[in-house]
T-cell receptor
């Protein structure tokens, strides 16, 4: 079974530029998550999609970050304009979301390491 | 807001020893608990999930959950140098809240 795919793996941009990340979840996984992981910290949830609807975006800085999941499969996360503090690894995860039974294991992609200069 | 606390380490153990990693949490309503392993420069990899009080064993790994005391632990038996990594504790049903991780160093 193929895992979560992400691209690009690395990105270096100047502050105030824009950047976009792409994620393809595990086949059949209805729920998709974007996390931000700053060096030395655990991942922090930015946004959660259930199919193509947003479930939780309470920690997404909406003045500069946006995300979409068209057709309920692939997703893109965009930052515009980028700030120095956005330097981090952006992780995409997916889960099958078995409502019956109530547990929800999440599997991560390789991540995109963003450096903002 | 759920909080998850982990000792950042490093926890150093010799090869073949038992490594014990601990995690405490603040939300008494938490139902699902996970341990992820993260090698330097890599993404988190799910190694254990536990939902009920008690122990759950999978190979060399044992997860222990005590909801009354609000802690979850991970034991790694017969530790190997390849186990050297950061271990992240996470909890939640849909939205996972992660600790900052404990760095484990296994010396040959």
């Amino acid at each position: 079974e193929a895992g979560v795919a992400q691209s690009p793996r690395y990105k270096i941009i100047e502050k105030r530029q824009s950047v976009a990340f792409w994620c393809n979840p595990i086949s059949g996984h209805a729920t998709l998550y974007w996390y931000q992981q700053i060096l030395g910290q655990g991942p922090k949830l930015l946004i959660q999609f259930q199919n193509n609807g947003v479930v939780d975006d309470s920690q997404l800085p909406k003045d500069r970050f946006s995300a979409e999941r068209l057709k309920g499969v692939d997703s893109t996360l965009k930052i515009q304009p980028a700030k120095l503090e956005d330097s981090a690894v952006y992780l995409c995860a997916s889960s099958y979301n078995r409502i019956a039974g109530g547990h929800n294991e999440q599997f991560f992609g390789p991540g995109t390491r963003l450096t903002v200069l | 807001q759920k909080e998850v606390e982990q000792n950042s380490g490093p926890l150093s153990v010799p090869e073949g020893a038992i490594a014990s990693l601990n995690c405490t949490y603040s939300d008494r309503g938490s139902q699902s608990f996970f341990w992820y392993r993260q090698y330097s420069g890599k993404s988190p990899e799910l190694i254990m999930s536990i939902y009920s009080n008690g122990d759950k064993e999978d190979g060399r790994f044992t997860a222990q959950l005590n909801k009354a005391s609000q802690y979850v632990s991970l034991l790694i038996r017969d530790s190997q140098p390849s186990d050297s990594a950061t271990y992240l504790c996470a909890l939640g049903f849909q939205k996972l809240v992660f600790g900052t991780g404990t760095r484990l160093l296994v010396s040959p």
